[in-house]
């Protein structure tokens, strides 16, 4: 059995609209092992929920189309499993959250009865009573008392919404969580709270984990491994310690790192990065990050830049592919 | 030495819901300087954002007294409440609601002046909807555009003008970057840094992130269901916090350093508690990992404890 | 002053799109409707109703071809003298129908306008300042609207009498409640943004506040309930001439002339078939309208 748990190779992913074609995902490949949780870090419209939404296969119907490249998740072929096969996977192997907790849930339905449906689909040879426990379980599990299993939505806070979303996304173990944001519409002190929950529950469960979010402190403190999303292309990747610690890094995450109010620095003015995201509807012939960067070089505009590694770190710039280059010149010379 | 330029006095505010009176501010002092910044940090329910629009009066005080350099405008009629809104001003959290769908940006800006009739003409006015956008570092292109046209962050500059245009000197900021992307986040920050220092601005700046407030103030206030639970200069505020409350939400913030990864989280249990006829006794008490007997009996006043570093805690009664 | 903030975006890159003229909302909404193409076809039939209610005279002489009776005529079917052939009467349907457009517009029309202004007093009155005022006055609206419209409007006909000033009055009372409600729902969503607050923050008077920045927010669902709601009208007025209440014979209203027409439906259908074709008509042409109105007053509903 292979480490690799999820791999997307190659993805494109376009919306049509009426009024345009948007390329919202253009040439992703990113790997997840078993039990690791991959950040993956960019602004909005970057794809990042483009991206999972493929992974489910829950992309708008009719608007959204993977164009190109596979996605497998645990040996399944997923960009080309029929609509059944991927209602089976869905909230069984992969389950998703998604940020906005108010919205998550069914406000005529008791919590109770949510957490069970999801039990069932999966798992039609339960008894009742076999799935009552599991309810309770899981509400234990999330920090919530059991008894409240029979309240409805909008008797709980948004904290402990994302509660029984979370419950609901781990009752049937997955092997793969997809987090959209989970915690950006919480206040900072209940965000503590749930990521704590589902780093103790990932654990438990060696669950793997794609943690969607543009907060760089959650991804220190909950992720492996780093991905960073900019207008449909990921341009740099590698573990936490090579995206904090290293000093080698795409230009757009020096912007990132540099737009934040750090606490524990005292900096006049922070240094923020010019203009915006590219407009979707055209496709790049260059880097995407040519007009917002402070290093661009003519050929950034042209060529795409080829993704250079340097162990486990992944940098998509012009600027480290010549460093390459210029290694292997004088490798050759030397010989 | 001069009156400063925003007091509050034991000011309240209490809305009026089935199940009782909701205590949305309560007993709140506080002073700005002129040309200083005030941070208010809390997270929902604290009472924050009402704080700042009863200080401007849109929606009334139940209690206490708020002033004007000085002076009282608790009571002023509609005609001199008026004249004062040119000098206290507001610039909203979100920038999809906070501006008209159906007006432009350049009457989005205009509509202030023609309100209050600080300009008159047609040209005049145009040109200073002009120097507004330039101020802001809007390009000019946009003036006919209509806010949808707009992103986040432009919106959020057209919300800036529209503060600015009519030259006041206190206003009250809501949240204003909380609603954009990072990046735009430190453009619209540095611009508002800017306009402060460069225009001896006075601001009330509220906030439930505790790292951009401690960028931009002068002085931090925390508040809590409603009261003020600590308040000091932001170095002394973030190395020597003193209520637990403030300690938990440093603890809580997740900061972009390996070196935290994993350290021992004293995460705070518990959820906020309900401000509709809170029972007397500290109200942080029932998430407290400091509680105590007294800490029931009575809320506990805010004292000072060194340099210019109020807390309201009975440990330091 | 500085430079420091300068918006540098689109930079290097030109953009196309140019808002340095003033472009009109209202010339947006055309263009965002004239892209819909079932809204435009919509618009196409209601227009064709428009000039026959119009020129209904010109098209064929009121009193000659839809109200004298001529036996001999009776029952013909189509043909090149009539178009749509003859009822039992002998009166030309084509001209019955055309003038029926003329009709059930000017009924549906002069309904939608009564119940809209009053209904609008009402729900602005209960939507901006709430509190007791909005609680009577929808408790009230509340009471007409557990009537069936149908049952209320039978109602005051008979007490009232029939004639098409009563079937209109019958008409509007029914739809005063719904059009309360819409606008005071509108006026609702819009009373607590923010740029509203922000008209207060600098000292916008009430009245302002209504007409520049509530009314032209609040507008959109008004217009496509008012053309969503003649579309019901017409239908309601045929319901009611169809039963025998309302319009007087010999009036050519499409509701009476299907009812006229029932008993000849088996070997003479042309009698109720053109009727009820030009009822379907009206009313899909007007939610049509609708349907593309609201798409093209929010744009963002539709994404």
């Known amino acids: 059995m292979s480490d690799v748990l999820l791999s997307i190779e190659n993805l494109h992913v376009t919306y049509r609209t009426d009024e345009a074609l948007v390329y919202a995902v253009n040439g992703v490949n990113l790997n997840i092992m078993r039990g690791e949780t991959l950040g ?47 209602r089976a996977i869905r909230g069984n192997i992969v389950s998703m959250i998604f940020q906005d907790p108010m919205s998550s849930l069914n406000p005529v339905l008791r919590v109770g009865e949510q957490i069970a449906e999801v039990l069932r689909i999966h798992n039609d040879k339960l008894s009742k009573s076999e799935v009552d426990r599991r309810v309770d379980e899981l509400m234990e599990m999330v920090g919530l008392p059991k008894e409240r ?53 990932k654990e438990m469960l060696n669950t793997s984990m794609l943690l969607i979010t543009h907060d760089l402190g959650i991804v220190a403190e909950n992720c492996d491994r780093v991905a960073v999303m900019y207008a449909g292309e990921i341009v740099e990747m590698g573990t936490v310690e090579d995206i904090f610690e290293e000093k080698d890094h795409h230009p757009y995450t020096v912007g990132l790192f540099g737009s934040i109010p750090d606490l524990d620095k005292n900096i006049d003015r ?3 990065i010019e203009g915006m995201m590219p407009d979707p509807t055209v496709l790049q012939a260059g880097c995407p990050f040519y007009d917002r960067c402070p290093q661009r070089m003519d050929i950034c505009n042209t060529e795409k830049p080829a993704e250079v590694m340097k162990g486990t770190h992944m940098i998509k710039c012009h600027l480290f592919s010549n460093v390459e280059k210029a290694a292997n010149v004088e490798k050759v010379g030397e010989v | 030495m001069s009156a400063p330029l925003i007091e509050t006095r034991k000011l ?75 000098k206290i001003q507001i610039i909203f959290q979100d920038p999809y609601s906070s501006l008209n769908p159906r007006m432009t940006i350049g009457q989005i800006i205009a509509e202030p002046i023609k309100v209050c009739k600080t300009i008159t003409g047609k040209k005049a006015i145009d040109e200073k909807v002009l120097e507004m956008m330039d101020l ?89 269901l409603g009261q003020c639970v600590e308040s000091a200069a932001p170095e002394e505020l973030f190395k020597n916090p003193l209520h637990a409350y403030t300690v938990a939400l440093l603890n809580a913030i997740p900061r972009p350093n390996l070196s935290f990864r994993n350290r021992e989280r004293k995460i705070i249990k518990g959820e906020v508690t309900n ?43 | ?61 009121y009193q000659t071809m839809a109200i004298k009776q001529n036996i001999m005529n009776k029952l013909q079917p189509p043909s090149a003298e009539h178009w749509l052939g003859t009822d039992q009467y002998g009166r030309d349907i084509f001209a019955r129908i055309i003038h029926g457009a003329r009709i059930s517009l000017t009924m549906g029309i002069g309904t939608v306008l009564t119940s809209l202004t009053i209904g609008s007093i009402f729900g602005a009155l209960a939507g901006y300042y709430g509190g007791k005022v909005d609680n009577i006055i929808m408790r009230i609206m509340d009471v007409f609207l557990a009537i069936p419209n149908m049952l209320m409007a039978v109602t005051i006909v008979g007490a009232l009498g029939g004639g098409l000033v009563n079937l209109l009055i019958a008409m509007s009372i029914s739809s005063i409640p719904r059009f309360s409600r ?39 669902p008004i217009i496509v309930n008012a053309t969503l709601s003649l579309a019901n009208t017409i239908l309601s007025i045929s319901g009611m001439s169809f039963i025998g209440l309302g319009i007087e014979k010999p009036m050519p209203e499409w509701g009476s002339m299907l009812s006229e027409g029932r008993a000849q439906m088996r070997y003479h259908p042309n009698l109720v078939i053109f009727p009820g074709i030009a009822i379907a008509l009206a009313v899909l042409g007007l939610n049509l309208v609708g349907d593309g109105l609201r798409d093209a007053l929010d744009p963002k509903l539709k994404n």
């Open chain 3, 1 to 61: 002053m500085t430079t420091k903030n300068v918006d540098k975006t689109g930079v290097g890159k030109p953009d196309s799109r140019d808002y340095t003229k003033k472009r009109s909302q209202l010339k947006l909404i055309m263009y965002r409707f004239s892209k819909n193409r079932l809204a435009v076809l919509g618009l196409c039939i209601l227009c064709v109703l428009a000039l026959c209610a119009i020129f209904a005279d010109v098209i064929a002489d």
């Open chain 1, 149 to 201: 299993k029979v309240e409805y939505p909008h008797q709980f806070s948004g904290g402990m919404k994302q509660r029984v979303v979370i419950a609901i996304a781990l009752a049937c173990e997955p092997k793969l969580l997809l987090a959209d944001e989970p915690t950006t519409a919480l206040d900072v002190t209940i965000q503590a709270q749930v990521l704590a929950i589902i780093r103790e529950l």
């Open chain 2, 12 to 86: 309240v505010k209490y809305f009026t819901t089935p199940r009782g009176a909701l205590h949305a501010v309560d007993k709140v002092d506080l002073k700005i300087e002129r040309g200083q910044v005030l941070g208010v940090v809390g997270e929902s329910g604290c009472g924050k954002s009402t704080l700042g629009r009863t200080i401007l009066r849109l929606t009334e005080p139940t209690g206490g007294d708020i002033l004007y350099d000085g002076v009282s405008y608790l009571k002023y009629s509609e005609k001199e409440m008026n004249e004062l809104r040119k």
């Open chain 3, 182 to 220: 819409v606008i005071r729902s509108s006026i609702l969503s819009v009373r607590d943004m923010d740029y509203i607050e922000a008209a207060r923050a600098c000292g916008t008077k009430d009245s302002r506040i209504i007409y520049k920045h509530v009314l032209p927010n609040a507008i959109g």
């Open chain 2, 136 to 224: 802001v570092g809007l390009s000019r292109r946009w003036i006919n555009a209509y806010p949808h046209e707009l992103d986040g962050g432009r919106r959020q500059r057209v919300g800036i003008a529209r503060a600015l245009v009519l030259e006041p000197s206190f206003i009250v900021c809501d949240e204003p970057v909380s609603a954009l992307d990072v990046s735009i986040q430190a453009q619209i920050l540095n611009l508002m840094m800017d306009l402060q220092r460069d225009m001896g601005l006075t601001y009330m700046f509220i906030t439930h992130d505790l790292s951009v407030v401690k960028h931009i103030s002068n002085y931090i206030m925390v508040m809590y």
């Open chain 2, 275 to 317: 401000p509709i006829n809170p029972k007397p006794g500290c109200r942080f008490a029932s998430r407290c990992p400091r509680v105590s007997d007294k800490c029931l009996q009575q809320d506990p006043p805010l004292k000072e404890v060194g340099q210019n570093h109020m807390v309201a805690c009975t440990l330091y009664e």
């Open chain 1, 270 to 272: 922070l240094t923020p």
């Open chain 1, 40 to 86: 993956l870090v960019g602004e909005t419209g970057a794809g990042k929920t483009t991206t999972a939404l493929s992974v489910m296969r829950l992309l708008p119907d009719k608007i959204g189309k993977i164009e190109q490249g596979k996605i497998y998740l645990d040996g399944l072929d997923i960009t080309a499993a029929t609509e059944a096969d991927m």
